[in-house]
């Protein structure tokens, strides 16, 4: 970072993560964006290029591409299109770290392309590791690329573990917020409404993660993730509740050191940690005063009323798809619940079902099968969807 400028490509610029990390960039002098990608939000997407005039841009979506490349016509960016387009880009355009902020599976693709050039990975979307963690893990150590997690707790551990060795790891305490339904019963969680879901205390995030993170399948998901990442199984990571969101997670060491990172909860904290990293920074958000804090507290889930998180250490110990499986059959269940078609405690009915009907594959696990088991499992649990809608018409006739 000394003297010379960070080239930075941000795939997913205009989510909540990616916005945020352009924040960073902004505001730091060592990082510079040479490109970005989005879905297809043409008109975020041509804010940004006219605000940080990057080298590049891409759009997933061929007609938002072709738009944006009419709306951009007098700036020096040049415009890609669809996957085959992104892939060209990551491959092209010269970032000496990329930051992939996609949303859900879908960014198993970036991270991907990304990996095979070799340069630091600065990884938000989490489904990359949930879905396909070994596999890309192996593609990363055989091209050299470094994973730099960028969700929170990850990035706090990450932090944690630069003190210590990984013998000496005892434990990895993952903080939760609890969410908005923190301390419900499963009867309590029978009538909360989509808008009570929304409603997160802590973070702002987008809409599905603030559901994951009133079902706790967030932690689930984050869980597997850390197992993953710093290679550490599921009976040696414990999920704390602390409703503050100030510890942002900690590492208990052989001799019952925890080691634990603190700052306010700001995303373009992990993002800056990541983009700069080995290097510290001036801080992109307020100081975190501990003594206007005053107290923290910590406390232990319940597995009962949010049956999700249990789903998915089970999902870590089956490994092989079934991680995949969870993720699809979330997604699509959070998406329906989002369009109203089924509640909040639906949520869990469909996304266990769908894993228990999943039977284990028989052979070894490659890319091609974790694609296949998400679209059968986001079959599966459309049909489920489909099921409880028909019921619900019944009962209301
Ligand atoms: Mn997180």
Redesign the pocket.
Known sequence: MKGSVRKVAVLGSTGSVGTQALDVIRAQEGLSLCALSAKNNVEEAEKQIRAFSPAFAAMADPRAAAELMLRVADTGTRVFAGREGIAEMIASCGADVYLNSVLGFEGLFSTREIIKTGKPLALSNKESIVTAGELVKKAAKRSGTEILPV???HCAIHQCLRVGEHGEIKKLLLTASGGPFYGYSPRELEKVTLEETLAHPTWKMGKKITVDSATLM?KGF?VIEASRLFDVPGEKIEVLVHRESIVHSAVEYADHAILAQLSLPDMRFCAQYALTYPCRLPGPTEELSLAEIGSLSFARPDLTAFPLLALAYRALSDGGIYPAVLNAANEEAVHAFLDKKIRYPEIAEVVTAVYEETPPLGVPLTFKQIYQADAEARLAAGERVRRIEIQERKLSR
């Open positions: 969700d929170s707790e967030n984050e």
